[in-house]
């Protein structure tokens, strides 16, 4: 009997340079994947188990569904969480072997090791592909989104675990300096807390600057890439365009917030491909909800189909498309084609935080870091590293 193919297997049908990723470490995979199928509808187990297995199979990584790997540091936290023993033993091991590191020290080292060991873990991918897939994001310390040069250290670090890892970078001016000195030294990056054309745009000039010297300097850019992330809700919903327009009396439909959301991140797709720009737009923070019609969708992947985006999705995204798999429209091909709601980018220009985002010039690069959905975003990393630093502490301290 022929198997059902998953929700994201299907729009990645839709262009074949299309990616779908996992957004979590890799170790986490297998007790999630076990506890999504203990929870299954029984005439949906076995297709779901199919479904997963194609897309990690840790006995058989070079075959990987996934074409890569994200993590931030709350996803870094669930690993640790999932199991505080291990990761309890490992901190004392570092602590032990050096007596001179701080609490800070040890938390990072042991942050490197979790890196190490997800990259590790899909090294046979990026093997198997000649490097195009199997690469592993890890993410500088959002602690420190306007320290140049401590962002440097911790990229030059994070990017000696492996050959196959990628070192994600904030959308902040210290951020894109940083990321044109890595990408000079072919080292592949992920621009991540980004939102808006102006950052998208700063970005690819940064890369485009970066891949000059690289190449003037003879570096090895056979296995380099590089993507810049569009955090999709999180630029709608986490920063202020719901204040403004209440403050302005303009009543803000969710579709409406969805529809700016497509006009910013096609706007930057489009600009990139017009100027044959090396960088894939990818995309994260998606949901699935109503629509205004009550149906069920998930914009942030239908509004796309037909792109070669990359999609980078994490467990709990995965699990609702499955739910949900029987309710959503088929994808349209050409959806990527489509122009966003006219009438909702004209209502959504009084606004702003929205100008700020949609336009070229809408922030110079100083502004980004102090954007809302920078700042949301980012204060959230930033509480979610301090908890792995005070479990860091705790194991320490004893």
């Known amino acids: 009997m022929m198997m059902s193919k998953h929700v994201l297997e299907k729009l990645a049908e839709t262009n074949p340079e299309c990616e779908i990723w996992w957004d979590s470490s890799p170790l986490v995979f297998p007790s999630w994947k076990e506890e999504t199928l203990a929870a299954a509808p029984e005439s949906k187990r076995a297709d779901w188990e199919a479904q997963l297995t194609r897309f990690y199979d840790p006995a058989n990584p070079a075959q990987m569904g996934f074409r890569g790997v994200t993590t931030n540091p709350p996803l870094s936290l669930q690993a640790v969480q999932l199991d505080p023993p291990g990761w309890r033993q490992l901190v004392l091991d570092i602590a032990k072997a050096d007596k001179a590191l701080d609490v800070e020290g040890v938390y990072w080292q042991m942050y490197l090791q979790l890196v190490k060991k997800g990259a590790d873990a899909i090294l046979p991918a990026f093997q198997a592909s000649g490097g195009k897939y199997g690469m592993l994001s890890g993410q500088v310390d959002p602690r420190f989104v306007t320290d140049g040069e401590a962002m440097l250290a911790q990229g030059l670090s994070i990017a000696e675990m492996g050959e196959n890892v990628m070192v994600k970078l904030p959308g902040s001016k210290e951020g894109y300096e940083v990321l044109e000195e890595l990408t000079a030294r072919g080292i592949s ?210």
């Open 189 to 398: 990056t992920n621009n991540t807390t980004s939102f808006t054309v102006a950052q998208y745009s700063r970005c690819m000039a940064a890369v485009t600057a970066g891949l000059q010297r690289a190449k003037a300097a003879g570096v090895d850019l056979s296995t380099w890439r590089s993507v810049i992330t569009h955090m999709s809700s999180r630029l709608g919903e986490k920063g202020d365009w719901k204040l403004e327009a209440k403050l302005r009396g303009i009543d803000l439909s969710i579709d409406e917030i969805r529809d700016g959301e497509e006009a910013v991140l096609k706007r930057a797709y489009w600009y990139g491909k017009d100027t044959g720009h090396p960088s894939k737009m990818l995309q994260c923070s998606m949901r699935v909800e109503k629509d205004k019609n009550g149906n069920t969708v998930s914009r942030h992947i239908e509004d796309y189909a037909g792109g070669d985006f990359v999609y980078t999705c994490p467990p709990s995204y995965i699990k609702q498309l499955m739910d949900v798999e029987d309710e959503l429209a088929p994808f349209d091909p050409k959806a990527i084609e489509r122009e966003p709601n006219k009438a909702s980018i004209e209502k959504l220009l009084k606004l702003p935080s929205f100008r700020q985002a949609y336009e070229f010039e809408g922030m110079k690069p100083h502004e980004f870091a102090s954007y809302g959905s920078f700042m949301a975003t980012a204060t959230e990393f930033a509480a979610a590293t301090r908890q792995t630093v005070d479990f860091v502490r705790s194991v320490v301290e004893g």
